[in-house]
C-alpha cells in the first residue's frame, strides 16, 4: 500500500480510502466489521464515513473500536449553525466511539462558512480543533466556486469533491489549486456515482494523480478484493487506456 501526505493535516493517508457510509447495506460474509478489518489489514488507514448515516458511523466505530489509534477517520456535518455543529459532532463521537475526529469535514453545496459569519461555524470549527475534539478539518461540496473558494481561502485543509473518469477538464484546476495551497484531495465519486463499471479504467484514471485520495464507496468483499489488486496491479496506462477512457467521456460528455 503506498500513502501519501494529505495537504496540510500532515496526515500520511493510504492513497486507496475506504468510503463507509454504506455499510448498512453490508451483510453475510461481507458483514461490515469484515470489510473493515480485512481493508485495515491490506493497509488501508483512512475511513471516511458521514452523519447523515449514523448506524454506518456505528458499525465503522464497532470495527475499529481496538485498532483506533492506528487509523484516520473522516466523517461530515452539514449543521446549519454552531449549536447544530456541536451537537453534531457529539453524536458522532458517541456512535464512532472515539475521543476526537481526525478530519471533520463541512459538507455544503450552498455557502461557505468564512469568519465572521452570524452562524459562528468557522469559529466554531477552530475552536472544535483547538480544544482536540478534532484534528483538522475541510469541505466537502459538489458546487465548483465553492470548492475553489475553499481553496484559495487558505482556510481549510482539505477539498473532497467528485472526480473520476467522466468529470469535466475543469476539475484538473482544482487540483492544481490544492497543490499550490497545500490542500488535500479527496475524490468523491470515482465511479462517477454510479455511471461507471469499469473499475480498471476508474482505478487507473484516478491513479494517474498522485496528490488524489479516491473515496471508494466499498459494500462487498468482491468489491475491496478488486481496488485492493488493482493497488497491487495497476492497470497499464498505455494508448489503448487512453482511447478508453476517451471513449468513456465522449459518451458521458
Not at 30 to 53: C, M, P, Q
Not at 105 to 128: A, R, V, W
Not at 190 to 204: F, S
Request: glycine content about 6%; some cysteine.
Amino acid at each position: 500500500m503506498d500513502y501519501i501526505r494529505l495537504g496540510k493535516t500532515n496526515l500520511l493517508i493510504s492513497r486507496v480510502a475506504f468510503g463507509a457510509m454504506r455499510l448498512t447495506d453490508a451483510s453475510g460474509d461481507d458483514n461490515a466489521a469484515v470489510l473493515v478489518r480485512k481493508a485495515y489489514e491490506a493497509g488501508i488507514n483512512f475511513f471516511d464515513t458521514s452523519s447523515k448515516y449514523p448506524l454506518s458511523e456505528k458499525l465503522l466505530g464497532d470495527a475499529l473500536y481496538d485498532i483506533r489509534n492506528n487509523v484516520f477517520l473522516s466523517t461530515t456535518t452539514s449543521a446549519k449553525g454552531w449549536g447544530e455543529l456541536s451537537r453534531d459532532l457529539e453524536e458522532s463521537l458517541m456512535t464512532l466511539h472515539t475521543d476526537s475526529i481526525d478530519l471533520y469535514q463541512f459538507e455544503t453545496d450552498s455557502f461557505l462558512p468564512l469568519p465572521g459569519q452570524d452562524n459562528k461555524i468557522y469559529e466554531t470549527l477552530c475552536e472544535l480543533k483547538k480544544s482536540g475534539k478534532i484534528k483538522h478539518f475541510g469541505i466537502v461540496t459538489t458546487d465548483y466556486e465553492i470548492a475553489k473558494q475553499a481553496i484559495t481561502s487558505n482556510l481549510y485543509e482539505t477539498i473532497q469533491y467528485p472526480f473520476s473518469v467522466v468529470s469535466g477538464e475543469d476539475v484538473n484546476l482544482l487540483i492544481n489549486l490544492c497543490e499550490e495551497h497545500d490542500v488535500g484531495f479527496i475524490a468523491m465519486q470515482p465511479l462517477g456515482g454510479g455511471l461507471l463499471e469499469n473499475i480498471p479504467i476508474a482505478y487507473g484514471f484516478l491513479n494517474q494523480y498522485e496528490s488524489v485520495v479516491p473515496i471508494w464507496g466499498i459494500q462487498t468483499l468482491e468489491e475491496l478484493n478488486q481496488i485492493l489488486y488493482f493497488r497491487e496491479h495497476p492497470p497499464v496506462i498505455d494508448d489503448n487506456f487512453h482511447k478508453d477512457v476517451e471513449k468513456i467521456r465522449t459518451f458521458f460528455n
